[in-house]
């Protein structure tokens, strides 16, 4: 399996809602990320998780929540998100040793309402 | 600071014309420069990086540390190249962050 999966692949929730985006690869990569991605524009980086542990928060705010609960398993929980959060959620992941040669999932589609 | 800058946000050419789609750091080490594609409804890949000096698809880039550039090239240009193409940059002092240019879209004519 050399392909990082993400589910679901559309999403609509509304702002009071609680859901969670899942991310999975069996490649053995031990560094995964999570991107936002607006049309057109390049992807920002969210968090990074090496080794299972978070070592990259760019600041985004509380109410994304991620959570690495072994090393092919990545999640993000949403919680009070607000219509401008309304984006592609791209997951990527890449061996440690080659960071930035990344591997990135088909993303998940957003809407907030 | 570091930075990546892609000066066009749209490049438009014919089939079979050359194309060549600019990229421009700043960095004060020594860079590693990626080419990431993303084609209409497929995911973000990768498309070259500078170190293993590869030719994908027909694409090459330079890195040019007197310029500070990394150039996407190609000489006969397709229709199904047209996509976006993003310029990236290893972070040097946060280990996993890629900087991304902004992005320029190519689109190919018949």
């Known amino acids: 399996d050399t392909e990082v999966t993400q589910t679901p692949k559309h999403l609509v929730m509304g702002m009071t809602n609680k859901k969670s985006l899942k991310c999975e690869q069996h490649?053995?990569?031990?560094?995964m990320y999570w991107y936002k991605q607006k049309a057109k524009k390049p992807p920002e980086l969210m968090f990074v998780?090496?080794?299972?542990?978070?070592?990259i928060n760019e600041s985004v705010p509380s109410r994304f929540s991620p959570e690495c609960p072994n090393s092919s398993l990545l999640n993000l929980h949403l919680h009070a998100l607000q219509p401008e959060d309304s984006a592609l959620y791209l997951c990527?992941?890449?061996?440690?040793?080659?960071?930035?040669?990344?591997?990135f999932g088909s993303g998940t589609r957003l809407t907030v309402v | 600071a570091q930075r990546v800058t892609q000066p066009e946000k749209l490049l438009s050419v014919f089939k079979g014309a050359p194309v060549e789609l600019k990229c421009n750091y700043s960095?004060?080490?020594?860079?590693?420069l990626f080419w990431y594609v993303q084609y209409s409804r497929q995911r973000l890949q990768l498309l070259l990086r500078?170190?293993s000096r590869e030719s994908i698809k027909g694409f090459t880039a330079d890195l040019n540390k007197g310029e500070t550039s990394f150039h996407l090239k190609k000489p006969f240009a397709q229709e199904e190249d047209s996509a976006m193409y993003y310029c990236?940059?290893?972070?040097?002092?946060?280990?996993?962050?890629?900087?991304f240019g902004q992005g320029t879209e190519l689109s190919v004519k018949p």
């Open positions: 990527a992941s890449s061996q440690e040793s080659l960071i930035a040669r990344l591997l």
């Open positions: 490649m053995g990569h031990r560094a």
């Open positions: 998780y090496s080794y299972e542990k978070l070592s």
């Open positions: 960095y004060s080490g020594s860079p590693e």
């Open positions: 500078h170190i």
């Open positions: 990236a940059l290893k972070s040097e002092n946060q280990g996993g962050k890629l900087i």
